[in-house]
């Protein structure tokens, strides 16, 4: 299932300061979405903000048009995850690329990964 993500006006705040401030953008389905900036911008913050790991001080995060709930369903992460810069932190140099991509199927139960993973690195 693809959706249409919306990020509309989303702002981020811890205590007095501005991590975020009334971002947005759309990503329609079957897309792919780059986003860029300069260190401490907030890339990563609104990121964490659409997979329920920081704190929305304002704006709404939609899902086809829907707003996400806090905390997010196990359904969500099923379908979304962060995909961090650092390779070497989030990449295990000694697993295989077949290893690292069955891992999410057998934590979310499945089933058929060996026809999936092919299909994704075709």
Do not use: C, N, W
Request: aromatic content about 6%.
């Amino acid at each position: 299932m693809t959706a249409t993500l919306t990020v509309d006006r989303l702002s981020v705040h811890y205590d007095d300061f501005a991590a975020v401030d009334e971002v947005s953008f759309e990503v329609p389905a079957g897309s792919s979405f780059g986003l860029v900036g300069e260190s401490g911008s907030g890339k990563s913050t609104v990121l964490r903000a659409i997979v329920g790991l920081a704190p929305e001080s304002g704006g709404a995060i939609l899902l086809d048009g829907r707003p996400l709930r806090t905390p997010r369903d196990k359904g969500f992460y099923r379908e979304a995850q962060m995909v961090f810069q650092d390779p070497y932190g989030s990449l295990h140099p000694r697993q295989t690329i077949d290893r690292a991509m069955a891992e999410p199927l057998a934590i979310h139960g499945i089933g058929d990964g060996e026809r999936r993973i092919t299909r994704a690195l075709d």
